[in-house]
């Protein structure tokens, strides 16, 4: 089975200021990996994906992560964030080649940015 | 579009009681899914659909049913509530099951059981 550990379950940090969120993943077998994130008071939304190639990918509002198969990692970033950036973020993991889009979520983290 | 929505927003139920969760989209998606968010805990899958008439148990299945009798409606019923069921339920649908899919979520239905 997969399973998602995001490293800090809040990161605050300032306007303009870089951020990284971590994740780091286990699984036997080829995964897919995934950010969504979550404003207040609303659904997730799908923020990019790592399916394969380039293990640099980019994602909506500037963020993009970087997928890691040696460190099992999936590291979220940002060059210089925004007010309107805060909001909750979650890696996910799906097994490749799995039907049925099963996703297996981290425990999110709270990104709050600071005037 | 709408997309997907859930109804009712926000709910508080007492222990035993039961109540039906509504989701409904309007993307012509095959799968549907419901989760549950606790806090710290990230989601998990309660139940699964692949189309109308076929539904699947998630890793939290207990204490849920769900039916799937159109392909735009997936209610999630909650028989004899409790107050572990206390949480924030979304649902969401997709296009296909490949790994390019991408999951699109309701805005969530946050229930209290007192």
């Known amino acids: 089975a997969q399973s998602v550990t995001q490293l800090d379950s809040q990161v605050p940090v300032f306007e303009e200021a870089p951020v990284e969120l971590r994740c780091n993943y286990s699984?036997?077998?080829?995964?897919?990996l995934f950010w969504y994130v979550q404003y207040p008071n609303q659904g997730l939304q799908l923020l990019l994906k790592?399916?394969?190639?380039?293990?640099l990918v980019k994602g909506i509002n500037g963020f993009e992560a970087e997928f890691n198969k040696s460190q099992t990692s999936f590291h979220l970033r940002k060059p210089s964030v925004h007010i309107s950036d805060t909001a909750e973020y979650f890696c996910?993991?799906?097994?490749?080649?799995?039907?049925?889009?099963?996703?297996?979520f981290g425990q999110g983290t709270i990104l709050t940015v600071h005037p | 579009n709408a997309g997907v929505t859930q109804t009712p927003k926000f709910r508080i139920l007492k222990i035993g009681q039961s109540m039906t969760l509504q989701c409904a989209q309007d993307?012509?998606?095959?799968?549907m899914y419901w989760y549950r968010q606790d806090p710290g805990m990230g989601l998990k899958l309660i139940y699964y659909?692949?189309?109308?008439?076929?539904?699947d148990k998630g890793e939290v299945p207990n204490g849920y049913n769900v039916s799937r009798s159109t392909t735009e409606d997936f209610p999630l019923r909650l028989e004899l509530a409790a107050p572990s069921q206390t949480s924030v339920y979304f649902c969401?649908?997709?296009?296909?099951?490949?790994?390019?899919?991408?999951?699109?979520f309701g805005p969530g239905t946050r229930l209290t059981v007192l």
């Open positions: 699984s036997s077998v080829s995964v897919y």
């Open positions: 659909s692949v189309g109308a008439g076929i539904t």
């Open positions: 996910a993991v799906r097994k490749g080649g799995t039907s049925y889009g099963k996703l297996t």
């Open positions: 790592y399916l394969s190639g380039s293990t």
């Open positions: 993307m012509n998606h095959n799968y």
């Open positions: 969401a649908s997709s296009d296909s099951s490949g790994p390019t899919d991408t999951q699109y």
